[in-house]
């Protein structure tokens, strides 16, 4: 079982809609939560992060976590053609600097004008 | 406040040679981290370091890899005697410390990169 696992895409979506991209862990140790995203050669660029379970939103983007569930989520809200990218969930045991993060091998993202 | 800075951005070594990667975390930042993505894989931990302080190698290839983070410059990643299989992007990455030695959450931010392609 891999450490962390993200919904197989390629997910495509028309310009407007929302983009729903799923991850779950396996380590029920895991503090805290990362979504990257990075363009095609480019380095990943962190959008969100979480800690408590629940909701998070950032204007377009709302991260959610249920631990119990060992699930977490991100939805792009009004998706525009720019959000096209690999999305990239993120974990960490610790929730202070120090914590190395374990990857999901992401989700491509076509947002279709 | 300049971001992570990496150099070179592109390398190109033939087999046997030695890669030298370098990393200048953010400003205030005092945690580094190398990550390598492989051909169509995932980011994958390498290392962690602090000035001085190797805390954390369990990423790294047993042999050839190495890494350090001295006092004064840059952190290194180096790599002796490339092999083919060592063409990837190297990402370094920094992560906060507050002030008072107090620890940050751990968000990481992420240098452009080095991609290391092996002839």
């Known amino acids: 079982q891999k450490e962390v696992e993200q919904n197989s895409g390629p997910l495509s979506v028309p310009e407007g809609a929302i983009a729903s991209l799923n991850c779950t862990y396996s380590?029920?140790?895991?503090?805290?939560f990362f979504w990257y995203r990075q363009y095609s050669g480019k380095s990943p660029e962190l959008i969100m992060f979480?800690?408590?379970?629940g909701d998070k939103e950032d204007g377009r983007f709302t991260a959610q976590l249920n631990k119990a569930s060992q699930y977490v989520s991100l939805l792009i809200r009004d998706s525009q053609p720019s959000d096209s990218a690999t999305y990239l969930c993120?974990?960490?045991?610790?929730?202070?600097?120090?914590?190395?993060?374990?990857f999901g091998e992401g989700t491509q993202l076509t947002v279709n004008p | 406040n300049a971001g992570v800075m990496q150099n070179p951005r592109h390398l190109v070594r033939r087999r046997g040679q030695e890669a030298r990667l370098r990393c200048s975390p953010m400003?205030?930042?005092?945690?580094v981290y190398w990550y390598r993505q492989l051909p169509e894989e995932g980011l994958k931990f390498m290392v962690y370091l602090q000035k001085e302080n190797i805390i954390d190698e369990s990423g790294m290839p047993k042999e050839r890899f190495s890494a350090e983070f001295p006092k004064e410059g840059p952190s290194i990643l180096r790599i002796q005697q490339v092999v083919r299989g060592d063409s990837a992007a190297y990402f370094c990455?920094?992560?906060?410390?507050?002030?008072?030695?107090?620890?940050?959450?751990?968000?990481?931010?992420f240098g452009p990169g080095t991609r290391l392609t092996v002839l």
């Open positions: 400003k205030g930042h005092s945690h």
């Open positions: 979480i800690y408590s379970n």
């Open positions: 380590d029920r140790g895991s503090q805290s």
């Open positions: 990455a920094s992560s906060p410390r507050l002030a008072g030695g107090r620890s940050s959450y751990n968000e990481q931010f």
């Open positions: 993120a974990v960490t045991q610790g929730w202070t600097s120090g914590s190395r993060l374990t």
